[in-house]
């Protein structure tokens, strides 16, 4: 995240001749909103902020208090770049404040920013990595059908169909969005793909994780293809997981916290008593992590994602993996929470996630032995006694676990964490009472 001030955003924006900016935020299950103002009233929303209906989001706020002012941050305006010709359009990342000038604390941003602050107080500056995988469909032949893969690619492979094109104009997007990008590739399952981004401070990768999700789907669409981040959009393949790379690092000295050359697995106590803190907390972190009914057909067994809660280095099926450190680069010490998905709400998911690692360190939180087996093919009876937990197996179980987890709901905040349950409650609720056409072709011949 480069450092800006207004004046200098108001010089790019006259030398780039942008008409247009789009004031953008989060609602509190993480779509993106937005309001366009014409460039000349840019200079007043830096100084005076500007007001919108709260009321009319999902999760902000009731009627009788419904007005609220965007406040952008300079250091995240960005020329979109497939909105050049014409009118050049730009955008904005913005914090929510209250009429009282107050922060809004049902604002996903700000949660985070406060617990990043607790980090701070700490001692500790927080970076993550996350790790986004999608689907690129293509549109049913009927309108009324499913969509199909567009691909039979596999893991790795170089495809030689639309895939690989679309995938370069996506890394090309996201770089001229000011989003650094590691590597593209092919995932497992038909359709599905990944592209890494730099790993850096939370705050940053929240928002470039935001502004990922809406650069692929934009890049898509013009190709004719709806890219998806839905956790599960097909039965029988792997489904779409967001594995987030974490670390701490020392505000003092900017060296990181997690390494000790002398462990066996390259881990601090610190990292020791994160780890600790994010298993303790894994149950009541699932609903923010994992936030969808659909999120639930991806942890199941059989298709790469974690479902029990142990740590390990070699063993995928965990759900902290610690990768192997090299001797000569000690700052990228680092963890890989394997169970979050890109449908979560970035802010709120690197909130809960900072919020559980510092509630380990704080409480000194003993850590499990690692498990290096594969959990799946342990028995029920093994797992038992060996003390391994499983995460939820539904929306409602997460939910239910997100109101049993004190820490959790300090790490929302009570204003965001009341909202965030009503709204995951009426989820379940709705979906509860489908008939679905499984059941249809299951129960109907028959009964």
Same mark, same amino acid.
């Given at each position: #995240?480069?450092?800006?001030?207004?004046?200098?955003?108001?010089?790019?924006?006259?030398?780039?001749?942008?008409?247009? *900016? %789009?004031?953008?935020?989060?609602?509190?299950?993480?779509?993106?909103?937005?309001?366009?103002?014409?460039?000349?009233?840019?200079?007043?929303?830096?100084?005076?902020?500007?007001?919108?209906?709260?009321?009319?989001? +999902?999760?902000?706020?009731?009627?009788?208090?419904?007005?609220?002012?965007?406040?952008?941050?300079?250091?995240?305006?960005?020329?979109?770049?497939?909105?050049?010709?014409?009118?050049?359009?730009?955008?904005v990342i913005c914090r929510v404040f209250m009429p009282n000038?107050e922060p809004f604390a049902g604002d996903p941003r700000e949660?985070?920013?406060?617990? @990043?602050? +607790?980090?701070?107080?700490?001692?500790?500056?927080?970076?993550?990595?996350?790790?986004?995988?999608?689907?690129?469909?293509?549109?049913?032949? %009927?309108?009324?059908?499913?969509?199909?893969?567009?691909?039979?690619?596999?893991?790795?492979?170089?495809?030689?169909?639309?895939?690989?094109?679309?995938?370069?104009? #996506?890394?090309?997007?996201?770089?001229?969005?000011?989003?650094?990008?590691?590597?593209?590739?092919?995932?497992?399952?038909?359709?599905?793909?990944?592209?890494?981004?730099?790993?850096?401070?939370?705050?940053?990768?929240?928002?470039?994780?935001?502004?990922?999700?809406?650069?692929?789907?934009?890049?898509?669409?013009?190709?004719?293809?709806?890219?998806?981040? #839905?956790?599960?959009?097909?039965?029988?393949?792997?489904?779409?997981?967001?594995?987030?790379?974490?670390?701490?690092?020392?505000?003092?000295?900017?060296?990181?916290?997690?390494?000790?050359?002398?462990?066996?697995?390259?881990?601090?106590?610190?990292?020791?008593?994160?780890?600790?803190?994010?298993?303790?907390?894994?149950?009541?972190?699932?609903?923010?992590?994992?936030?969808?009914?659909?999120?639930? !057909?991806?942890?199941?067994?059989?298709?790469?994602?974690?479902?029990?809660?142990?740590?390990?280095?070699?063993?995928?099926?965990?759900?902290?993996? *610690?990768?192997?450190?090299?001797?000569? !680069?000690?700052?990228?010490?680092?963890?890989?929470?394997?169970?979050?998905?890109?449908?979560? %709400?970035?802010?709120?998911?690197?909130?809960?996630?900072?919020?559980?690692?510092?509630?380990?360190?704080? %409480?000194?939180?003993?850590?499990?032995?690692?498990?290096? +087996?594969?959990?799946?093919?342990?028995?029920?009876?093994?797992?038992?006694?060996?003390?391994?937990?499983?995460?939820?197996?539904?929306?409602?179980?997460?939910?239910?676990?997100?109101?049993?987890?004190?820490?959790?709901?300090?790490?929302?905040?009570?204003?965001?964490?009341?909202?965030?349950?009503?709204?995951?409650?009426? +989820?379940?609720?709705?979906?509860?009472?489908? *008939?679905?056409?499984?059941?249809?072709?299951?129960? @109907?011949?028959?009964?």
């Amino acid at each position: #995240m480069t450092e800006r001030s207004a004046d200098d955003v108001l010089k790019q924006a006259e030398g780039e001749d942008v008409r247009f *900016v %789009n004031l953008q935020f989060t609602d509190i299950v993480g779509v993106v909103k937005s309001v366009t103002i014409p460039v000349h009233q840019l200079a007043d929303s830096f100084e005076h902020g500007t007001w919108f209906d709260g009321s009319s989001i +999902e999760g902000f706020a009731r009627i009788a208090e419904s007005d609220m002012y965007l406040s952008p941050d300079p250091s995240t305006f960005q020329v979109i770049p497939w909105e050049r010709d014409g009118n050049v359009t730009a955008r904005v990342i913005c914090r929510v404040f209250m009429p009282n000038g107050e922060p809004f604390a049902g604002d996903p941003r700000e949660v985070l920013m406060r617990v @990043l602050q +607790e980090a701070r107080d700490m001692g500790f500056d927080y970076c993550t990595g996350p790790e986004l995988e999608f689907f690129l469909l293509l549109p049913g032949a %009927n309108g009324g059908d499913m969509p199909l893969p567009h691909d039979r690619g596999g893991y790795f492979d170089l495809s030689t169909d639309l895939a690989i094109s679309v995938r370069k104009e #996506m890394v090309n997007a996201l770089q001229d969005m000011g989003i650094q990008v590691e590597a593209s590739h092919h995932e497992v399952a038909i359709g599905q793909h990944e592209i890494d981004f730099r790993y850096g401070p939370a705050l940053a990768t929240a928002d470039n994780a935001v502004t990922f999700k809406y650069t692929l789907k934009a890049v898509a669409q013009t190709h004719g293809l709806h890219a998806t981040f #839905m956790p599960k959009p097909i039965f029988g393949v792997n489904g779409s997981g967001m594995h987030v790379h974490q670390s701490l690092f020392h505000t003092d000295s900017g060296e990181n916290a997690f390494v000790d050359p002398n462990d066996e697995y390259g881990l601090s106590n610190t990292a020791r008593q994160f780890i600790a803190g994010q298993l303790a907390h894994a149950r009541g972190m699932s609903a923010v992590l994992a936030s969808t009914v659909n999120s639930y !057909k991806r942890l199941v067994p059989g298709y790469e994602a974690p479902v029990y809660i142990s740590w390990a280095r070699t063993n995928r099926s965990a759900l902290i993996r *610690v990768p192997r450190i090299s001797p000569e !680069k000690p700052r990228s010490a680092r963890i890989e929470l394997r169970f979050p998905d890109p449908a979560a %709400n970035p802010y709120l998911a690197f909130a809960v996630m900072l919020k559980a690692g510092l509630d380990g360190i704080k %409480n000194n939180t003993p850590l499990p032995p690692p498990v290096e +087996e594969n959990l799946y093919h342990l028995g029920e009876e093994r797992r038992r006694e060996s003390g391994i937990n499983v995460l939820p197996g539904s929306l409602f179980e997460a939910v239910e676990d997100l109101q049993e987890d004190p820490v959790i709901q300090e790490g929302l905040g009570e204003t965001l964490y009341e909202r965030f349950v009503e709204a995951k409650i009426e +989820e379940w609720d709705e979906y509860r009472m489908q *008939v679905t056409p499984w059941e249809l072709g299951r129960y @109907l011949p028959i009964l």
